[in-house]
């Protein structure tokens, strides 16, 4: 009889991790490709599921994720139109339930809040199943990752070697425009919350040639992509992936050389950035400040999540009116707010308090440090940009913030300080303290 675990959940989900970097670069609602991603991941986190309990699951991350569910639930139920009186402008009250109006939706657009809904539980469902596996497939997930990454990497070199401006066309529900995605901030994005990943794959892993290899590619891709928010935000990532994870390994003279090629890269990426088209009169300034004013007439309630595009029409400046809508805010926190008001900025600031928490369990195990590297710099991205609506960002944020809250890691780390290393044969093993070997 065999008694070694079953590995078929890590290559599971592996595949939607993979598969969903390959063709979730879409930012249009409505994509079937989204909604393969979406059976995919739960289904996956279903057969993860049904089998024996596995790793706990943290109480307090299971009831922001409950609580989440249940505020977009209520957004699509009907209540007493009575409700509404005052909170919300006459042209943003949802639609009546049959046809009276004793009842209204939260939701200005209920088909576009279910579909916001079941976009939001196939990435939780997948979180959820990740942080359900052992502590080693949690880690043995990151090569499926890192060939996704490299499939978008090879995509956008060949396109950037052709031309300035290479869009494909047909391929996939959208346009893709840079690596597979449709959008070249949301390519940078994956770049740069790559790059703490390949840091730990150099100085933790034993492959400092190929990670530094990585590291180079993934740096002069991002100056390929020309996205200021990325060239800076790598450059950023970089230096404190360094510094924060190399401080307990023994890589310092590489560390130097590392320094060494980020200074050259630092005056490329600031001949990337453009003064004159950073903020222009149609642009993210104008975008906040519109949301804003939507934001305080819908504060209690919101006006249903996916409906931004439609609510925002109506607090447009008339000046602002062109050819080309406002799709985003381009900020996910102004846009989280506005859709779901209150409750959903409470949520917001429930996960960042959980979030910094982490902080201090995971600053042992260097795979943690990596994760939290990542999802702190896409977050910081999200104030500029809207990346968490790819399918294929979503589900990477997903399994980084499984990384970050697996119970697993600390465990293994508990287990270590009761062990001591030796030498055996030339092989590092851990033996109980006091057992001899």
Same mark, same amino acid.
């Given at each position: 009889?065999?008694?070694?675990?079953?590995?078929?959940?890590?290559?599971?989900?592996?595949?939607?991790? +993979?598969?969903?970097?390959?063709?979730?670069?879409?930012?249009?609602?409505?994509?079937?490709?989204?909604?393969?991603?979406?059976?995919?991941?739960?289904?996956?986190?279903?057969?993860?599921?049904?089998?024996?309990?596995?790793?706990?699951?943290?109480?307090?991350?299971?009831?922001?994720?409950? +609580?989440?569910?249940?505020?977009?639930?209520?957004?699509?139920?009907?209540?007493?139109?009575?409700?509404?009186?005052?909170?919300?402008?006459?042209?943003?009250?949802?639609?009546?339930?049959?046809?009276?109006?004793?009842?209204?939706?939260?939701?200005?657009?209920?088909?576009?809040?279910?579909?916001?809904?079941?976009?939001?539980?196939?990435?939780?469902?997948?979180?959820?199943?990740?942080?359900?596996?052992?502590?080693?497939?949690?880690?043995?997930?990151?090569?499926?990752?890192?060939?996704?990454?490299?499939?978008?990497?090879?995509?956008?070199?060949?396109?950037?070697?052709?031309?300035?401006?290479?869009?494909?066309?047909?391929?996939?529900?959208?346009?893709?425009?840079?690596?597979?995605?449709?959008?070249?901030?949301?390519?940078?994005?994956?770049?740069?919350?790559?790059?703490?990943?390949?840091?730990?794959?150099?100085?933790?892993?034993?492959?400092?040639?190929?990670?530094?290899?990585?590291?180079?590619?993934?740096?002069?891709?991002?100056?390929?992509?020309?996205?200021?928010?990325?060239?800076?935000?790598?450059?950023?990532?970089?230096?404190?992936?360094?510094?924060?994870?190399?401080?307990?390994?023994?890589?310092?003279?590489?560390?130097?050389?590392?320094?060494?090629?980020?200074?050259?890269?630092?005056?490329?990426?600031?001949?990337?950035?453009?003064?004159?088209?950073?903020?222009?009169?149609?642009?993210?300034?104008?975008?906040?400040?519109?949301?804003?004013?939507?934001?305080?007439?819908?504060?209690?309630?919101?006006?249903? $999540?996916?409906?931004?595009?439609?609510?925002?029409?109506?607090?447009?400046?008339?000046?602002?009116?062109?050819?080309?809508?406002?799709?985003?805010?381009?900020?996910?926190?102004?846009?989280?707010?506005?859709?779901?008001?209150?409750?959903?900025?409470?949520?917001?600031?429930?996960?960042?308090?959980?979030? $910094?928490?982490?902080?201090?369990?995971?600053?042992?195990?260097?795979?943690?440090?990596?994760?939290?590297?990542?999802?702190?710099?896409?977050?910081?991205?999200?104030?500029?940009?809207?990346?968490?609506?790819?399918?294929?960002?979503?589900?990477?944020?997903?399994?980084?913030?499984?990384?970050?809250?697996?119970?697993? $890691?600390?465990?293994?780390?508990?287990?270590?300080?009761?062990?001591?290393?030796?030498?055996?044969?030339?092989?590092?093993? +851990?033996?109980?303290?006091?057992?001899?070997?």
């Amino acid at each position: 009889m065999n008694d070694r675990p079953s590995e078929w959940d890590k290559y599971l989900l592996g595949t939607v991790l +993979f598969v969903s970097l390959l063709i979730g670069g879409g930012t249009a609602s409505g994509l079937y490709t989204d909604t393969l991603i979406e059976v995919a991941a739960t289904i996956s986190a279903a057969a993860v599921f049904s089998q024996p309990p596995g790793q706990r699951i943290p109480r307090s991350v299971l009831w922001l994720l409950v +609580f989440a569910v249940a505020l977009a639930i209520l957004q699509i139920v009907p209540l007493p139109a009575a409700i509404f009186h005052g909170l919300r402008p006459d042209l943003l009250l949802g639609d009546p339930w049959v046809g009276e109006s004793r009842f209204r939706f939260i939701s200005v657009g209920v088909g576009r809040t279910v579909e916001s809904l079941l976009y939001f539980l196939a990435a939780a469902a997948f979180f959820l199943a990740v942080l359900r596996l052992r502590v080693e497939q949690v880690s043995a997930l990151l090569p499926f990752f890192f060939m996704g990454v490299i499939c978008n990497g090879l995509a956008g070199a060949i396109q950037y070697s052709l031309s300035d401006d290479v869009a494909i066309v047909g391929l996939m529900p959208f346009t893709i425009n840079a690596g597979l995605f449709a959008n070249v901030n949301h390519f940078s994005a994956l770049l740069f919350v790559s790059i703490p990943f390949v840091v730990y794959y150099g100085l933790f892993r034993g492959h400092l040639l190929s990670g530094s290899f990585g590291l180079i590619a993934l740096l002069l891709l991002l100056l390929a992509a020309g996205s200021r928010a990325g060239v800076l935000i790598g450059l950023a990532i970089t230096v404190l992936s360094v510094i924060f994870l190399s401080a307990r390994s023994r890589a310092g003279f590489s560390v130097l050389l590392i320094f060494i090629g980020l200074s050259i890269y630092t005056v490329s990426a600031w001949s990337k950035i453009d003064a004159e088209v950073i903020d222009p009169a149609f642009g993210r300034g104008e975008f906040a400040r519109t949301t804003i004013e939507g934001i305080k007439d819908n504060w209690a309630t919101g006006v249903g $999540f996916g409906n931004f595009q439609n609510a925002y029409q109506i607090y447009e400046r008339e000046g602002m009116i062109f050819k080309e809508y406002v799709n985003h805010a381009h900020n996910e926190y102004l846009e989280i707010a506005f859709e779901g008001g209150i409750p959903a900025i409470l949520l917001m600031v429930g996960y960042f308090v959980l979030l $910094f928490a982490a902080l201090a369990r995971v600053r042992r195990d260097p795979l943690q440090k990596a994760a939290f590297l990542s999802v702190s710099f896409l977050l910081i991205h999200s104030l500029v940009d809207y990346p968490l609506r790819t399918g294929a960002l979503a589900m990477t944020f997903a399994y980084m913030n499984a990384i970050i809250f697996h119970k697993g $890691f600390a465990e293994r780390l508990s287990r270590k300080s009761e062990m001591i290393e030796i030498d055996h044969n030339g092989d590092k093993l +851990f033996v109980p303290i006091g057992t001899s070997s």
